[in-house]
Structure formats: structure tokens, C-alpha cells
């Protein structure tokens, strides 16, 4: 649900660093907001102050967000630092290969152009869609 993040509370978190809030706006700005926030009913951040950070810095009106029965200092504490911990990094070899694949997909050989092409004429020509 879309809720106006003028009304969004913002209590002390344990996140102090925020990191590259303009990396994560840029992020939003192509591929749009991925994971939605998560606060209570009376509208108190529980997860996702890197993400309500960075459509602050779009000057973005509202956010997409979970409304959760958490309530609670201690829930909330553990339900903060729970999302914070799960969260599992590309080790150097996942990324090598997203690049990798990336590269690949942006830049098709010679053959893989000729066969995109072929594809998408019987795709159009038999109506299939994708």
C-alpha cells in the first residue's frame, strides 16, 4: 500500500550510517522501489530507513509499504535488525557472473542477434507472446 511519507515517524534506529543514499535513489529511479518499507498502524518505521531515505532525497510524495502488527520496543528492535542481518551479499564470483551475463545480453554476438531476430518475426507472426 501507498501511504504519504510526511506521516511516516521516524524513531532512534540502530542504523546510524546510511550509506549511498544517492546510489539507492538512482536504484529506485530505474527499476522503481523493489521492497517496500514495513511500519505499524501508527505509522512507525520498523524496517527500511535506507529505502524512506532515499525517496525522501526523489522528492517522492508517498512509498510503497507494509503495514505490520509489530508493536513493541523490543519486537521492533528484533524485527529491525532481523531484516538487516538475513540480508546476504553477491560474493565476488556471483557478481563476476552477473557481469558477465550482463555484458553478454547487452552486447549479443553476431548468431544470437540473427536468431533474436528470427525469433521475434515468428513470435509476431503466430502472435506468442513472451
Not at 530507513?49 to 512509498?63: D, F, H, M, N, V
Not at 551479499?89 to 536468431?115: M, Q
Amino acid at each position: 500500500m501507498q501511504i504519504l511519507i510526511k506521516d511516516i515517524i521516524v524513531k532512534k534506529r540502530i542504523r546510524r550510517e546510511m550509506g549511498d543514499i544517492e546510489a539507492l535513489a538512482e536504484s529506485f529511479k530505474k527499476f522503481g522501489q523493489i521492497s517496500p518499507i514495513v511500519v505499524n498502524k501508527k505509522k512507525i518505521l520498523i524496517a527500511g530507513g535506507r529505502r524512506l531515505e532515499a525517496a525522501k532525497y526523489l522528492g517522492w510524495k508517498t512509498i510503497n509499504a507494509v503495514v505490520s502488527e509489530i508493536n513493541g520496543k523490543l519486537d521492533t528492535l528484533e524485527y529491525e535488525v532481523e531484516e538487516n542481518l538475513q540480508r546476504r551479499e553477491f560474493n565476488p564470483e556471483e557478481l563476476a557472473e552477473a557481469a558477465r551475463k550482463i555484458y553478454r545480453l547487452r552486447n549479443p554476438g553476431f548468431f544470437r542477434r540473427v536468431w533474436n531476430r528470427i525469433t521475434r518475426f515468428f513470435r509476431r507472426l503466430f502472435r506468442i507472446e513472451d
